[in-house]
């Protein structure tokens, strides 16, 4: 489904299958919709004008309909733009239809209609168990696929999880997304789009804090202040409300320090410092202008599109610029028989502080620890990112609230060297030939893209004593050729569709990284290291890919079948069995069989497919790099090593199969779907040694549910409603491993991990938990408190018992709303970071407790007698490490930090108003006013950051929360004149 602003002016084929008198009253009025890559549109309601008597397009995009000549149909189709038709005795004219000029033989140009196009153009280019434009697959699709020469990255506008999916395997995942371009009114003549939005964030969720004690810890048997000066961590100190400032000369707060408010030496009562103030509101304006000049011979334009986009995110001195440009046409006529498409897109990005090494943990890290009573911004407020006394003292030394062992987070942003710059060049090229059933078409596309990036420490940071700093250049250089053979034939009983296919595919993948350390008393150049360790690899993978197909239907559509198969070769393959990757489909329409009512479409359909894929030539993740570091040590993680393919590995071999149930009405669709999905040799990197590599460490098997339900009412008073709901369940286990161990770890820290345990979800978080004794009652100490368990079991599971989305989108005449509730029920985090500040004193657990005494746990002490101890959370007088949140470490028992993560989120809410201009003039266009909100609200009982982030940012750290960056709720507003 594609959201191409015309439609039916390009993508109607209409052909009548009856014959008819001279003058009828009536006629059957039948054909295909398609996009303009042939691909069918299903789902679109075709209604006669005036009546409710209609009908909608089945899965291949066909339709019949039977109206009196002179009625106006109504071609529909969410996202689309709404076509009237009217009826003849010959065939179907767009009222809205243009003509084209055309040189007659004697030189002259005359007005003609454009005629429809050939039907062996319908015929399918890909099979359709693989993307087609307009699609991508978030999955393992392989072995290969040559995009269109005709996508271009650099015009997609939005990525969304594609509704109504039409392919099988994509129905059953639920991993396909919908690609959204530009879209343009485009009337046979010179046109353009221009397009100007401004939108604002917040940062979202964050970890509530306790307001009321200061900076300090127990001495004496009492809480006493200690300052910056004493490198204190803590916020075990007194209330805040029980002291004053006292106007002396401190370098670390312009107020003085702090002392008993009773005291002779009080001046100033003190105002809690919040330090989420830190966050500021981010920026993001964007302009696009594109123009569209006709060209003859061709049903569309040439674009030229021009895009500029700058944002401040919602972290000080974060910002990304990037500017692109593209240029295409689509389905030139070079001859009757010949069609070219064609592409290039200039891409350049420019990224500051973006998330590297632990860089983004480190600093929420400074943010959340701080305590009340310190300001990290010296009283500056919003200014104190721009001037250099708020995180240096008088004295040149770091001014933090604890300084050698964490950094002011305004040093942070202005010291730490982040940053990134891409640059990429896109072009493609297809030419299809078409020769009666039979067409042929040869795709070409050249990618190559240079990013290089550069972070650091530097020297005088707590997290390295010398100092570090990478600078790392990557090349990717890619090259696709396709050739592919199609047959479509049609008679009066049977449609069968051939296809044959060829598909070349080059990747050279060239590291250029240069590691300096050492710059102790220098600042962070090359030239200034002590030490250097210079990586240069080049690695390149050539494949081959030999594909065919034949697909079989009777023409009313009661069964239909593929039988598919593949063989692909490459330099880097090491095969584990037969190259033979099989699929087939099949899908019976008993509504077609039976005539069942009031349903258009009751179909079962199922599919099955074998395939495999290649593990990446560079590893694109560095998430195992932190699993050797406990987890107060997390500062110390940089993504120190890189990770090859090397000979060893095989490709994965994957399995699917699916089956389900679709019912559809004029106003309705039901779906209803079931998926297994088996992967051998899962590639992962795994400990050997005393080092990582790349190798083929598990089975997994990936099965569940999937329900969506689509509802369309129609027009009254002038309001349409559409409302989607979509339901899954999914499971994800290990079947077994490859290693002598009990589990591979995944992603995380030495104490908490996600890991691969056989007969454990994928992804199961492994952590300490309280010791229990053979009756499974826990263990008490003669403290009076729980025992840890030293040896790592599984303690929770991230992966959701289920999940719902509800889509609703109201329209009224020129004004249109929509917005988007997602619902998750289940799935397990570790809430890392509330431990944390638990442990610190900082934790809003930690400030409602402390005082609390005569509590009991129950249990059995080391003797097996009940527990009778009654014990004080934080008693001053037995000294800070006896303290509930503190005897554990930094991770607490970490199954006690194990949360729920269910969530109700508003992810998207959308309002725009459409004005027309200049109506009837050459000008004429319209105006599109639009207001956007993403993730504006949420609620959620997890305590933690966002239950909807990944530790250090990386995929596999989905279920860990370690001071993550959260997410941020942003909006819009938008103006785009179409002319």
Known sequence: MRKYYLLFAYLMIIYPLSAQDPNPTERVISGRLTASDGAPIPGVNIVIKGTTRGTVSDIDGRYSISAPIGSTLVFSFIGMETREVLVTAANLKSKKAKTQAKRSKDGKRQKVTPSPLPISWLADE????????GQIFVSDEAPSYVAPSSFSPGRIR??????????????ASRKAYKISEYRYMYRGKLGATVSSSIGFSRVAQLPDLQSDYVQGSAIGGMFLWQGPELSEINSWGPAIQSLAFDGSSYIYDNNGRLVPRSSSGAVSIPVGYDPLTFFRTGIDSKQEVAVFIPIANTYKPLAIDLNHNRASGVIPNSSETKYSGSMQVSNLNISDRLRLSSNVEYQHQESRFVNQGASHALLMQSILSTPISFDNGNGLGNEAVDVPTSYLTTTGSDRSFAPGQLVNPYRWVNEVPSNSKQHS????????????????????SYRLSDERRIQGIPASFPVTTTGRLTDRNLILENFNQGLVANYNHWTEAVRIKGNLSYKYHSQNVELDRFDGFGFVGGSLEKSNADSTIQLNRGLKRQSHEVTYSVYLSNMQEYVSGRI??????????????SNFYPAASVAINFHNIFGYQPFDVFKVYGSYARTLKESALLWPSWSYQSLNLPTDRIGEFYE???LFFHDNLQAEDLYKFDTGLEIGGYWYNFDIGYFNYRTNNLTVPVMVGNSHQLANAADVVSSGLNVSAFFQMGYYDGVRAEVEVNWSLQRDNVIGINSADDFIPLSGTADVQAVLAPGQPVGAIYGSDVLRDNNGREVIDADGFPVIDPIPRMIGNPIPDQKWGIFTKLRHRRLRFSFLLDFKLGGDQWNGTNAYLNYIGRGKESGNLRNLSGVHFAGVNPSGNLNNILVSLADPASGLDSYYWRRYGTTGIAALQIEDTSWIRLSNIGLSYTVNTNKGSALHGEIVFALTGNNLWQWTNYSGVDPASNFLGYNEGFGLDYFNLPSARSYAFSITLKI
């Not at 890909?126 to 434009?133: E, F, I, N, R």
């Not at 020769?435 to 795709?443: A, K, N, R, W």
């Not at 598919?564 to 069995?577: A, D, E, M």
């Open 564 to 577: 598919t198969n593949s063989h692909y070769y490459s330099n880097t393959l090491k095969r584990s069995g």
């Open 126 to 133: 890909l099979d359709s168990t693989k993307l087609k434009p």
């Open 158 to 171: 939005a990525i969304k999880p594609l509704r109504r999916l039409i392919n099988p395997i994509a129905r």
């Open 425 to 444: 060049l896109l072009g493609g090229l297809s030419l299809k030939w078409i020769l009666g059933d039979i067409s042929i078409t040869s795709q070409s």
């Open 640 to 642: 120190s090593n890189e």
